[in-house]
């Protein structure tokens, strides 16, 4: 069999490099810069944005995109053409979620006035000393924090991110409610680190479709977007739905920013009809100085870096790996993109 040429035009280290020959002498692996390399043998790519010109790279199978998300592409050829494109989807699903919780919990404990207090280096004044009894007429009410345990958190996107999101909610004895494209489908038929996720879909204590969206929202306490951006799911969360969650609720985005209407809810923030937000994609990027949403005080902002992790490269090249070896062996990659759906 003559070997499959396999180009990586990411800057991976020759660690990684190697990882990737010691899994068959069948494999041919070397490295270029995307604006360097030539494409005429490649059979596999691994890249963050393939060549716009396809007919540079003649022979290729299939694309690892170094990508969870397939809106980065944008209008690119290769979308309109049969290629397989594998994403790294999963990779991230642990660190988004670890982030989704520490976003959670520091609204949920009003770390953010903690921080404005600390930096006026004062604290409330204590009323007890004035004879205000039996509570302190001004640290409970500025930092009685909201409860998690019990309280019902309500994930959209129900993919890896949204599954470890439910893992570890239900760690905190927190009833889940999802939502999905095709809530028939709850198997995860996609790559995940071990230990991670919900692959049965077991989880959630209830399962609703988009149609039922603001059934969520209505009951969640916290309420989580984890959906990939596609037709169906931009500005799906506008003024509507968001008049639907509860005044007490708080809404933290870890998917794509486009699939909110900031302006809906800058306003409903603005006007206390929500709790609170963390947000860490927005619909343009970085988020504009001109944004309301820095000017507010129940809002934490972060500038999309929940999936980051030092070993990230590390993580991505095991999937790719793996999807060689599936390769090799005759068996379908993980994370191929289903076109139609847009993920």
């Known amino acids: 069999m003559e070997p499959l040429n396999v180009l990586v035009t990411m800057p991976f280290g020759q660690p990684l490099l190697d990882k990737l020959r010691r899994i068959s002498p069948q494999l041919n692996v070397y490295q270029a810069k995307p604006d360097e390399a030539d494409y005429r043998a490649a059979d596999i790519l691994y890249c963050f944005m393939p060549p716009r010109d396809l007919s540079r790279a003649p022979r290729l199978r299939w694309v690892q995109l170094h990508l969870a998300g397939l809106d980065v592409l944008g209008d690119h050829p290769i979308l309109k053409t049969t290629i397989p494109l594998a994403t790294t989807s999963g990779v991230h699903a642990a660190s988004v979620a670890d982030y989704t919780f520490t976003m959670l919990f520091a609204l949920a404990h009003r770390v953010p006035r903690m921080i404005e207090w600390q930096q006026k280096g004062a604290w409330p004044p204590d009323q007890q000393q004035k004879g205000a009894w039996p509570l302190d007429q001004q640290r409970w009410p500025l930092f009685v924090p909201a409860e998690v345990r019990g309280q019902t958190l309500g994930i959209i996107g129900y993919g890896s991110i ?182």
């Open 162 to 343: 949204g599954r470890e999101i439910a893992r570890v909610g239900k760690t905190f004895q927190m009833r889940v409610v999802v939502s999905k494209r095709d809530i028939s489908q709850r198997a995860d038929v996609g790559y995940r680190l071990p230990g991670t996720g919900d692959p049965a879909g077991a989880l959630p204590d209830q399962w609703l479709a988009p149609a039922q969206l603001a059934d969520l929202l209505a009951q969640s306490d916290y309420v989580v977007m984890a959906a990939p951006l596609t037709r169906e799911t931009r500005m799906m969360v506008g003024e509507r739905e968001l008049r639907a969650m509860k005044p007490t609720a708080y809404f933290i985005n870890v998917g794509r920013g486009a699939t909110v209407d900031e302006a809906a809810l800058a306003q409903a923030l603005a006007e206390g009809r929500i709790a609170g937000a963390a947000l860490d994609v927005f619909a343009q990027e970085p988020l504009p100085a001109a944004s309301p949403l820095y000017r507010l005080d129940n809002v934490i902002l972060s500038p999309h870096v929940s999936g980051f992790i030092p070993s990230y490269d590390d993580k991505c090249t095991d999937l790719f790996a793996e999807n060689l070896r599936q390769t090799l062996n005759g068996q379908p990659l993980f994370n191929v993109v289903d076109r139609q759906k847009g993920y």
